[in-house]
Structures are given as structure tokens and as C-alpha cells.
């Protein structure tokens, strides 16, 4: 059992491991009766929520509050396309790179979704680092969910992390940040800023030092009993809660 101090309930707050995480995923989905694009819809909501705290439009600077969404041909992808569009809808100006779009309805749903948005969509990633810090004030990574490895997506998304990790526009990461499952170097990890861990966060994300929100509040008692989650308590009616540091 994997756990991470918590301050505030003078708890451990437990970090899922990938199997966990997906055992607790199929459960939602089979036992409770949730449907994927409602869990989609639920994570790319808060996940905007955490993006528009960690960085308020009037952090952005003067310059128009540009936001670069990279998303993943699988799950984690789609929370992105969620994610952007609840982004434009709170006045950012996101834009879409997608680069391996999935022919599941789902993500095909939350695609058209984005595009009768006005939002655009990029046909490359710029490889000139300086291109996209110079185009976007924030970048949110949506490529890989902890259910993925990085050696089974293989390109364009090697290539397309490592210009992750050379850009100095700040990156916000969704559920784990992309590579770290199952990567052992840190100098070929990305360094995301702010990580926003769905359900609950996970065990390969235990050294992440940044600003750490969750969005678990839709998790119903039982399967938070039944994996020993010990939540934090959720502030007002907010979905989601920023985690106290565990390295402290």
C-alpha cells in the first residue's frame, strides 16, 4: 500500500497504483453505472477549474491567454478536448494538437464538440521550441493517462515530449505527467508545473513537487472505502482541492 502524508486531515492520503487506478475505473463504469463520456465530461470540467486557479486569466500578462491542449489518442486525450473546451468557454483561447485522432464516438463527440467551439486545431507541433514559447502562455499535457506507457505510443509522441521538456511556458499536466509511468531517468521526463490527479493520484506520480490539485469529489463512498483513498475534504462546493505539499 502506497501512501503520501497529508496535512491538513492528519491523514495519508493514498496514491493508486496503475492497477488500482484502472480496477477503480472499470468499477465506475460497470458497477456504477457511469458512462465514459460522463466521466469525461466530469474530469475536463475540473480540470479547467484547477488550470483557471493555478494560472487566473490576469497571470497570463498583457498578451492574449494563449493555451496549447497536446492530447493523446486514448482516454487522457479526450479529458484534454473537454478540458479546452471549458477553457474557451472561460475566456481562454485554447488550441488543439491532436495528432492521432481516435475513431472511438466518444472522442469523435468531444472533437466536434471543440471544433463547433471555434476552437483551432493544429496539423503539427512547431519542433523550435522558441515557436511555441513565444505563441502560448500555458500548455496543457494530455497525452498519456497512467493506463499508458510511453514505448506503446511510440511517434509522433516521443518526439513530442521531448520538446516538452525544453519549453519554459509553464506546463499543466492531467492525471500523471506524460512519461513518467514506467520511466526511471528524470532527464527524460517532462516538468510540469501543475499536475491535476483524476480519482486520486497515482504512485508514479510521488515525486512530483509542483502545485498538485485533485478532482475525485464525484467518487462515491463506497469505492473511496473500499480503496482507502482518505480524500481530503473539498472546500464550499468546489470539485476540486489543491494537495498540500508531501515533500514538507
Excluded at 486525450?77 to 466518444?106: E, H, I, M
Excluded at 502545485?211 to 476540486?240: M, N, S, V, W
Aim: net charge negative; proline share 6%.
Amino acid at each position: 500500500m502506497n501512501h503520501a502524508p497529508h496535512e491538513e486531515l492528519g491523514e495519508a492520503l493514498r496514491y493508486l497504483s496503475k492497477e488500482e487506478a484502472v480496477a477503480m475505473e472499470t468499477e465506475l463504469l460497470t458497477d456504477y453505472r457511469f458512462g465514459l463520456q460522463q466521466l469525461t465530461e466530469i474530469w475536463g470540467h475540473a480540470c479547467a477549474i484547477a488550470v483557471a486557479k493555478a494560472f487566473p486569466l490576469g497571470s497570463l500578462g498583457k498578451r492574449q491567454p494563449t493555451v496549447l491542449v497536446v492530447c493523446g489518442p486514448e482516454q487522457n486525450g479526450c479529458v484534454g478536448l473537454s478540458c479546452a473546451r471549458y477553457l474557451r468557454l472561460f475566456d481562454y483561447l485554447p488550441t488543439v494538437f491532436y495528432p492521432k485522432r481516435s475513431q472511438q464516438a466518444v472522442q469523435q463527440a468531444f472533437t466536434v464538440q471543440c471544433e463547433k467551439m471555434d476552437i483551432p486545431f493544429l496539423s503539427y507541433l512547431p519542433a523550435e521550441v522558441q515557436l511555441i514559447n513565444d505563441a502560448y502562455k500555458l500548455v496543457v499535457d494530455a497525452v498519456m493517462g497512467v493506463q499508458v506507457e510511453l514505448d506503446s505510443l511510440g511517434e509522433p509522441f516521443t518526439s513530442i515530449l521531448a520538446t516538452l521538456r525544453n519549453i519554459s511556458t509553464p506546463i499543466v499536466s492531467l492525471d500523471i505527467p506524460s512519461g513518467w509511468q514506467g520511466c526511471s531517468s528524470d532527464t527524460d521526463r517532462i516538468n510540469p508545473a501543475v499536475l491535476i490527479s483524476l480519482m486520486a493520484p497515482k504512485t508514479c506520480s510521488l515525486s512530483f513537487q509542483g502545485t498538485h490539485f485533485l478532482a475525485g469529489r464525484f467518487l462515491p463512498y463506497d469505492l473511496q472505502k473500499k480503496y482507502e483513498l482518505c480524500l481530503p475534504a473539498f472546500p464550499g462546493t468546489d470539485c476540486i482541492v489543491q494537495l498540500l505539499d508531501a515533500h514538507t
